[in-house]
T-cell receptor, first 108, second 115 residues
Framework: DAKTTQPPSMDCAEGRAANLPCNHS???????VYWYRQIHSQGPQYIIH???NNETNEMASLIITEDRKSSTLILPHATLRDTAVYYC?????????FGQGTTLQVKP | NAGVMQNPRHLVRRRGQEARLRCSPM?????VYWYRQLPEEGLKFMVY????????ESGMPKERFSAEFPKEGPSILRIQQVVRGDSAAYFC?????????????FGPGTRLTVT
């Protein structure tokens, strides 16, 4: 399974864009990059996923580098409710393997 | 469309009792996954099931834990003779397919406390 590396913590001002980086240099050609978040102790929430093209949905944008060795999750206008642990996961078939993630603290 | 449902949300058991955790997947989803989160730790995969079949149980403890996903009804995670170390949040997720590009949606979890 591919390994991901994320910074342990980040701060962001409310209303500003939050850019969360992830390195996945050993990703295989058919593996997707997934982002989830866990707010406090709730169930993890799916955010977005992609293979090699940039993706956008109502929650966030995902930018994947051309060599696919890294990606960035962008929350365009962070709010206090976006404070959470964000997980970048390279997914083979089946299970998700969660790392330590990035704790994003959105500050007023 | 209702999301993944788990019950009970909180469960208290004494050491040596059995715990049964239930998970109803989203409508149209036939793949179910169980994850465990110990206090102050990360989420760990336990088992992956498709209707009536266990696909991957590489994360299940070898003893006392079992899981099923019958043709009819919810998926059940069963813990026999619980010990204090089983106290954790247990999350269930479901997906339409287990392949690369199908996202998993999580339930709210069951918080198990063993006294």
């Amino acid at each position: 399974d591919a390994k991901t590396t994320q910074p342990p913590s980040m701060d962001c001002a409310e209303g500003r864009a939050a850019n969360l980086p992830c390195n996945h240099s050993t990703i295989s050609g058919n593996e997707y990059v997934y982002w989830y978040r866990q707010i406090h102790s709730q169930g993890p929430q799916y955010i977005i996923h992609g293979l090699k093209n940039n993706e956008t949905n109502e929650m966030a944008s995902l930018i994947i580098t051309e060599d696919r060795k890294s990606s960035t999750l962008i929350l365009p206008h962070a709010t206090l409710r976006d404070t959470a642990v964000y997980y970048c996961i390279v997914k083979p078939t089946g299970k998700l393997i969660f790392g330590q993630g990035t704790t994003l603290q959105v500050k007023p | 469309n209702a999301g993944v449902m788990q019950n009970p949300r909180h469960l208290v058991r004494r050491r040596g009792q059995e715990a049964r955790l239930r998970c109803s997947p989203m409508k149209g989803h036939s793949h179910v996954y169980w994850y465990r989160q110990l206090p102050e730790e990360g989420l760990k995969f336990m088992v992956y099931l498709q209707k009536e079949n266990i696909i991957d149980e590489s994360g299940m403890p070898k003893e006392r834990f079992s899981a099923e996903f019958p043709k009819e009804g919810p998926s059940i995670l069963r813990i026999q003779q619980v010990v204090r170390g089983d106290s954790a949040a247990y999350f269930c997720a479901s997906s339409r397919d287990g392949m690369y590009d199908y996202e998993q949606y999580f339930g709210p979890g069951t918080r198990l406390t063993v006294t």
